[in-house]
């Protein structure tokens, strides 16, 4: 028996048997076919190989555009190695002559080529090394996708052991199948635990080492509550496991008690819980876990599930489908926020050095605007269905320009749509995520041009304290309950209630009991999570007074470390609602 500590991201705890996917430099297995399936295997080559020379020429072009044709020469190794028959007939060979798959044919020729290069021990060589893996990559990708390809073998409920998911990986889950997961690196609120709370499934993050020397079919346990993963588990532990499971099953029926009844403090100060969402499919989750409506769809998760650009007719559908799932309740939906780790870097040519600090976001539609304008388009479209239920929000928004050149382009959309007669929401209202410090500190300034703001805590978190979300070595750093942050909380909550205009929180911190009485305390009556969390939240909310909860904001203020401020919110709500903190970390 072996136990990890990694990060939890995704509560429950899960008890079944490893599946390992591997790394990007995984090993193929080497497969055989049939002699009648070698011209199959020639062809699927055949275009991988051209995809890949398409993708490379066309960075070659940019490159050479941009940057100029010295710069664009780097490719040009590259380029020269797909069309180099002494490269690629080797691997024809291989699968002519030993009846291989074409993935295995790539990997072994590549390696071969790879290690060669790493023998001659030349640093000028040592370079050629790493092109050569990641032009194996290129084409491996073109033959069997990404890390998702193993995921195919899954015929079986298990537990998914990686080095790193990315959001569009996780996406491609059987969700019949995953029963929770665990990579080596990650952070608290990085989107791939979002995507497994929306799935609710158990996920542990940033637990080094969990894939080294462990075989599939070996048993395993995992604690999303605590972040434990227990390899090889003794029975006693199995036992003491399984009792949690059903302890935690006891918890959720009388949970679903709560659901019929109001979301009120106990002085009768009404709360709105509502629900963050990826796909319309979790609708009924919200409104079956008590919510109110969807207070966040990020909407990027259409493009990270499918290999194309999702059309405006995609979009349209799903937005249509959640409007008439919600009955008439609040739609807020959030333009894409892609970039960073969602989706761009996994498919551009030319990653970032940077992405968190990158084009990402707002930034990301404001210079591709035919895919902004396509979503807007759908949006509007979706707003005539139930006039006044959709709302439209802008991600990281970080200068008042912005906001209004994003204003500007949904402006230009209407004006399109009345030209074409198309029927939309003309009073639509539309606002922005406060999740960057310059927002924040701002505040004033955006709340006269913008109908409401959503505060972010993942990406305020991050921007404010520096600290990458995504980045396990750095995840103690990271803490929503630093009295920065808490500042420009209260700070964007008094500029709004100023403005006058609705404001909410749809961070994670808006799902976690600890921040609840700050959150309410600092004067949010809007709360938007995971559906997971909404039960435990009601029944918080209808445990305490608002006169508590600015008692708690009020001695919060005095602190200066994010430790002291953590323990004693924990401590205050654990006094309320004990049950929640059953079997967390340091509640033993
Ligand atoms: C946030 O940053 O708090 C947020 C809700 O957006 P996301 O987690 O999708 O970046
Ligand atoms: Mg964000």
Do not use: W
């Not at 199995?238 to 008690?257: D, G, M, N, P, V």
């Not at 990020?298 to 999702?310: H, N, Q």
């Not at 996994?346 to 976001?361: F, H, T, Y």
């Not at 979503?375 to 269905?385: G, N």
């Amino acid at each position: 028996m072996e136990t990890l500590k990694g990060i939890a991201v995704s509560p429950g705890v899960a008890i079944g048997e490893v599946f390992v996917l591997d790394d990007q430099r995984r090993r193929i297995a080497r497969r055989t076919v049939a002699a009648g399936q070698v011209q199959g295997e020639l062809d699927r080559l055949d275009h991988a190989l051209k995809k890949s020379i398409e993708e490379l020429s066309a960075v070659r072009e940019r490159t050479n555009r941009e940057l100029g044709e010295e710069a664009g020469k780097i490719f040009a190794f590259h380029l020269g190695m797909l069309s180099d028959r002494t490269l690629t007939g080797p691997i024809r060979e291989l699968i002519n002559k030993e009846l291989v798959t074409a993935e295995y044919a790539v990997f072994a020729t590549f390696t071969s080529l790879a290690d060669r290069f790493s023998a001659l021990g030349d640093a000028a060589f040592k370079t050629k090394v790493d092109d050569v893996h990641d032009l194996s990559i290129r084409v491996l990708k073109h033959l069997i996708g990404a890390h998702t390809s193993r995921l195919a073998a899954l015929k079986h409920r298990a537990i998914v052991l990686a080095r790193d998911l990315t959001p569009s990986q996780a996406a491609a889950f059987n969700k019949s199948q995953v029963l929770a997961f665990v990579t080596e690196l990650g952070g608290r609120t990085g989107h791939t635990g979002i995507f497994a709370r929306a799935m609710q499934i158990p996920a542990v993050v940033g637990c080094p080492r969990v894939t080294a020397g462990v075989a599939d079919g070996t048993p395993i346990i995992v604690d999303g509550d605590t972040g434990t993963v227990i390899i090889d588990p003794d029975s006693e532990t199995l036992e003491r496991f399984t009792r949690k499971q059903e302890r935690a099953a006891l918890f959720s029926i009388s949970q679903a008690e709560l659901r019929q009844l109001p979301c009120v403090t106990l002085d009768g100060t009404p709360i709105d819980l509502q629900g963050n969402i990826e796909f319309p499919e979790e609708v009924p989750s919200v409104l079956g876990s008590g919510g109110n409506g969807i207070g966040l769809y990020r909407t990027e998760f259409l493009y990270l599930a499918g290999d194309e650009e999702p059309t405006e007719e995609v979009h349209y559908a799903a937005y249509a489908q959640c409007v008439e799932l919600l009955g008439g309740r609040s739609l807020t939906i959030r333009t894409v926020d892609l970039g960073a780790d969602k989706y761009t870097q996994d498919r551009a040519d030319n990653p970032e050095r940077n992405p968190m600090l990158g084009l990402r976001s707002i930034r990301y539609c404001l210079k591709n605007q035919a895919m902004f304008k396509r979503q807007l388009r759908a949006i509007l479209r979706a707003s005539a269905i139930a006039p006044g239920c959709i709302r439209i929000m802008f991600p990281l928004v970080s200068k008042v320009e912005e906001y209004r050149s994003a204003k500007f382009f949904l402006n230009d959309v209407m004006e399109d749509l009345q030209e074409e007669g198309v029927a939309f929401d003309r009073n639509v209202k539309v606002g922005m995520m406060v999740e960057v410090p310059t927002a924040a500190i701002l505040a004033d300034k955006f709340a006269s041009q913008a109908d409401f703001f959503s505060i972010g805590t993942n990406d305020l978190v991050q921007y404010t304290l520096a600290v990458d979300r995504t980045n396990e070595q750095v995840a103690d750093l990271y803490h929503p309950a630093n009295p920065a942050v808490i500042e420009l909380i209260r700070r964007t909550v008094k500029a709004a209630k100023e403005a006058r205009i609705p404001v909410s929180c749809c961070g994670e911190s808006a799902g976690e009991l600890e921040y609840t009485m700050l959150l309410l305390g600092l004067g949010l009556r809007t709360l938007s999570a995971s559906p997971t969390y909404l039960p435990a939240l009601k029944r918080l909310i209808r445990s305490v007074t608002i006169a508590q909860c600015e008692a708690v904001a009020e001695k919060v203020a005095d602190f200066d470390s994010d430790v002291a401020v953590s323990s004693y919110l924990r401590d205050v709500t654990r006094k309320i609602i004990p049950e929640a903190f059953d079997g967390r970390p340091g509640e033993d």
